[in-house]
């Protein structure tokens, strides 16, 4: 009987496989430092393909399952770019998961697996020229789509701005008829990393992010001072703060924390690559502390009447349950009725 579906999230620098039932239930997963940055060094994607075809098998030898047990292998994220496994062309929003379900791309690579994958695209903000004129509108996303889906069926608010933190941040808007009108994305968490390791700021915060709990008067001044002057700015007043307000760690990372994340509230306020409006509500993914930190952040900016945190069992894979939800869009119907 099958009754398992394994999923592949890749990205740049790491890829995950993970096992789960047909209900969506996690169950197991393996992660490998093999991404799609082998693939545009190499010239071929000859070691993602042999990596992704090890997790395969770990996690099914792990678990005591085999490929007669599985009704479906779905991939998403970089995989499906040009230097992933096949590439798959982004959909255009507005994009619903029946959208996604019907752009998924259904290819046997038998040197990775015996069952053909169900690759999901990605999705990007308009089709057409990109121009110095319009450039701002565009963005694209691949992966972060599965999250959003994820998300839409575990805490499912109508229309709705979610925000995914991390390298580079995610914010996706859902309109009330539940399909995607567009992404932004951030360098922030990059530019974060950066900043705290390979600038003038490292000795401040001691070349160390925020950990734990984050100073909630610092966090809200260095946001503050992004408001008002610019991140630029706000950034370097972070070493003005350990010199000569407190030499405190914590402290000064937590307000270039603000300083940082501030633009990006800037930027979902003011960029045309998304609509949003004032009655949206938010949810803010990923762990702490940006989450928290994100809110409290949403919460001083005062836009915004709603404003909480997915509170779902960490464990979770977001990328993966939304590949799960998606891919019984695709199968289900198409199955024969009893």
């Known amino acids: 009987m099958k009754k398992y579906l394994i999923t592949i999230d890749g990205g740049t ?9 047909e209900n969506k239930e996690f169950l197991s997963a393996v992660k490998s430092e093999v991404g799609v940055k082998d693939t545009a060094r190499d ?4 070691r993602l393909k042999k990596a992704v075809k090890s997790m395969l098998e770990e996690i099914l030898e792990r678990s005591g399952v085999t490929y007669e047990e599985v009704w479906a292998v779905c991939a998403c994220g970089m995989l499906t770019s040009n230097v992933g496994l096949w590439e798959v062309p982004h959909l255009t929003a507005p994009a619903g998961l029946e959208d996604f379900a019907q752009g998924i791309k259904k290819i046997l690579i038998q040197d990775i697996c015996p069952l053909p994958i169900f690759f999901i695209p990605g999705m990007k903000n308009f089709t057409g020229e990109v121009s110095l004129d319009n450039l701002e509108k565009m963005d694209i996303m691949r992966g972060e789509e599965t999250e959003t889906a994820a998300l839409m069926e575990l805490c499912p608010q109508g229309e709705t701005l979610y925000v995914l933190p991390g390298s580079h941040t995610k914010f996706v808007t859902v309109d009330r008829n539940l399909k995607m009108t567009g992404c ?54 972070t070493r003005i703060v350990g010199q000569f307000v407190t030499a405190s760690q914590p402290s000064c990372a937590s307000f270039l924390l603000g300083a940082v994340m501030a633009a990006d509230i800037q930027a979902v306020k003011t960029s045309r690559a998304l609509t949003v409006t004032e009655d949206m509500k938010v949810v803010i993914a990923g762990k702490e502390p940006l989450r928290g930190a994100l809110k409290e952040l949403f919460m001083e900016d005062g836009t915004f009447k709603e404003v909480t945190v997915f509170q779902g ?26």
């Open 13 to 21: 620098t790491n890829t995950r496989v993970a096992l789960w039932k």
């Open 43 to 46: 010239g071929n994607n000859a």
């Open 184 to 237: 932004l994305t951030s360098l922030a968490g990059e530019l974060l990393a950066l900043l705290t390791r390979g600038s003038i700021l490292a000795d401040a915060v001691k070349r160390e992010f925020v950990t734990g709990d984050y100073n909630r008067e610092m966090l809200l001044a260095g946001a503050r001072q992004t408001w008002e002057t610019g991140l630029s700015r706000a950034a370097f007043l």
């Open 313 to 338: 069992d960490e464990d979770v894979l977001l990328s993966g349950y939304g590949m799960c939800v998606i891919a019984k869009k695709a199968v289900l119907p198409s199955l024969p009725r009893p």
